[in-house]
């Protein structure tokens, strides 16, 4: 374990893990120069963020520092956190060009056809959910294990509409960030765009996980 991701006081610290490709490789669907600034400056940014929240609150818990805001402190931590988990289900849930999109096999497609009617009505609901999705967030598909639910949500910033207890089985990141270099503000042509990255099998095998 580096030195960056060792324990300090009990709390574990985080590192940028690697992309699944290269920067060029979701080229022409999104372009090397959003992959790289997405990847090293903002997904990093979220991890150095939460390691340095996370020496904060060290200081914090060890009364080296008497006077904070907890709620600014945690909310932020929030939010970095998050930042750094999205992101990596988001690069990982996408496949180099020529290998992803398509439709899912599978359990999840017989999942999504029997809830969605068919997996054309399910893209067209979800594309609908992102497109209408106000300012920056995500749109996700999660998986309820309590009933066998996929549910259609989308996430606000990085947190807001959150449900516990339902994982990610599909994601997509529509921060401004994530297309405006290539799309400006035509962000429904990078949703079109993305259903082309889509890795069916990382999806699969996020669900999967949560299958009995
Ligand atoms: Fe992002």
Redesign the pocket.
Known sequence: MSEENSIVNGLHKYELPPLPYKVDGLEPFISKDIVDI?YNA??KGYVNTANKLIDRMNSIIKEEEKSYDLHGVIRSLTFNIN?DK??TM?WNNMTEQGKGGGKPGGKLADMIDRQYGSFDRFKALFTEAANSNPGTGWAVLNYDAENGNLQIMTVENHFMNHLAEMPVVLIV?E?E??YYLQYKNKRPDYITAWWNLVNWDDAEKRLGKYLE
């Open positions: 997405h903002h997904h930042g999205l992101h988001y990141d921060f960030h994530a």
